[in-house]
């Protein structure tokens, strides 16, 4: 069981910037100790969303601080995890209850695993209790490589209970100090109204108005085409997205299995907590000139448009890349000859086409003829349905991505 930073000494060529870890999606903590404040957020609620047009304010946010009251969120948390018993062996519906545990500050709410987002902590594991319920009539997708629930939460829950605190503080401190970017987010995309005092208290946000809808071109693309591979096993598709990202970042190709070993890969597959961290510690397009620091985002709550706004906002005014994060299934990428997992896409681009229709550019790291060559060959390069691609995110138990 990989946590992240918390085993890892700092990279020569890593910004000093500590972010999330915690490698697996869920921690320990049980129904009747759901705290009193995991019920609804009224101050999310978001406006009408018929226009393509965001508020005209853009901007980023790198690392924040930790104020005595994150603090003191982040102690309540972590206590009661240390408090339960859970293990590997549990039911499902125990390890979905008593893993799925959220943390609020300053009015947005983080919850282990799945990342900021608007559910109350009770829909949030019942959505994964949902999610690892075992469905003996349905055919096993095949597996690409995104951890999947049930996996998740056994890993975390073998571990000892000081190291899954461990795991624990280390993604809710980095979550803290990212608060500024969600509420940006919130703000420009969704409509959300900044709250009183939000500059004072937040130096590392950057509100500006960089960029807004009306200049952004019909398309534009970043990363180079060339700077691309397959993944090398079936459940590589996180390290191959990485080795993609990162690549463009530094230029010069770095193997699928150091990415594997920083991500704390395993045969079930990687976390997107875990990509989101990797990225913020072994790129620059963190950075305040770029995308900020680097969130799991949870977009059940967003309408198309808004999804389609943020990736917009993401490749053109951030120049940075979206970890993609779908589920592989026939209905949404033609390409498969087989429904298949979870699964990780670095979204590179976007194209309004002169008859309207919007695409999405990614790089695919999954190439069914790699692993049985009786299957037709993927394509690294793919323009597709950007509806689609956002009914795959949708689709995806999580209904996440890195941002």
């Known amino acids: 069981m990989h946590l992240g930073s918390l085993l890892h000494p700092a990279h020569p060529r890593r910004r000093a910037i500590a972010v999330a870890a915690g490698a697996l999606t869920l921690l320990v903590a049980t129904a009747p100790f759901l705290p009193d404040d995991s019920g609804p957020l009224p101050e999310i609620t978001t406006q009408g969303d018929e226009s393509d047009q965001p508020p005209t ?4 946010a790198t690392r924040g601080s930790i104020t005595p009251e994150m603090r003191a969120e982040i102690d309540r948390v972590v206590a009661e995890g240390e408090g339960m018993s859970v293990s590997a062996r549990s039911s499902t519906y125990r390890l979905a209850t008593a893993t799925t545990r959220c943390a609020v500050f300053e009015g947005q709410r983080y919850c282990l695993g799945l990342g900021w987002t608007t559910k109350t902590q009770e829909e949030a594991a019942a959505g994964m209790a949902d999610a690892a319920a075992p469905r003996p ?29 461990a795991a624990e503080r280390a993604e809710l401190s980095a979550a803290a100090r990212a608060v500024a970017k969600v509420w940006l ?5 969704q409509g959300v109204p900044l709250p009183d005092g939000f500059a004072d208290r937040h130096p590392e946000a950057q509100v500006a108005a960089r960029a807004t809808a009306r200049n952004h071109p019909r398309k534009f693309e970043i990363l180079r085409e060339k700077q691309v591979r397959p993944q090398q096993e079936y459940y590589w598709c996180g390290p191959a997205a990485m080795q993609m990202i990162a690549w463009g970042w530094r230029d010069r190709r770095q193997g699928q299995a150091l990415w594997a070993d920083r991500l704390g890969t395993t045969t079930a597959g990687t976390g997107i907590t875990e990509m989101v961290r990797v990225v913020n510690n072994n790129t620059g397009y963190d950075n305040a000139e770029h995308a900020g620091e680097y969130i799991v985002l949870d977009i ?14 993401h490749v053109h005014t951030y120049e940075a890349p979206v970890v993609l994060h779908p589920v592989l299934l026939r209905q949404y990428f033609p390409y498969l000859d087989d429904d298949a997992s979870g699964h990780f896409q670095v979204g590179r681009g976007y194209e309004r086409t002169k008859d309207g229709q919007k695409l999405i550019g990614y790089f695919e790291p999954w190439d069914q003829s790699e692993f049985d060559p009786t299957e037709p060959r993927i394509a690294r390069n793919q323009w597709q349905s950007a509806y689609k691609s956002f009914r795959a995110n949708q689709a995806h138990f999580q209904h996440n991505l890195g941002v």
């Open 137 to 165: 009539t349905r055919t096993p997708p095949e597996q690409t490589g995104d951890l999947d629930p049930a996996a998740a939460m056994r890993q975390r829950a073998d571990l000892p209970t000081h190291e899954r605190a």
């Open 300 to 313: 059940s709550d967003f309408t198309y448009k808004q999804w389609w706004r943020l990736i917009k906002k």
């Open 185 to 189: 987010i919130r703000h420009e995309i």
């Open 57 to 60: 304010s853009v901007g980023t």
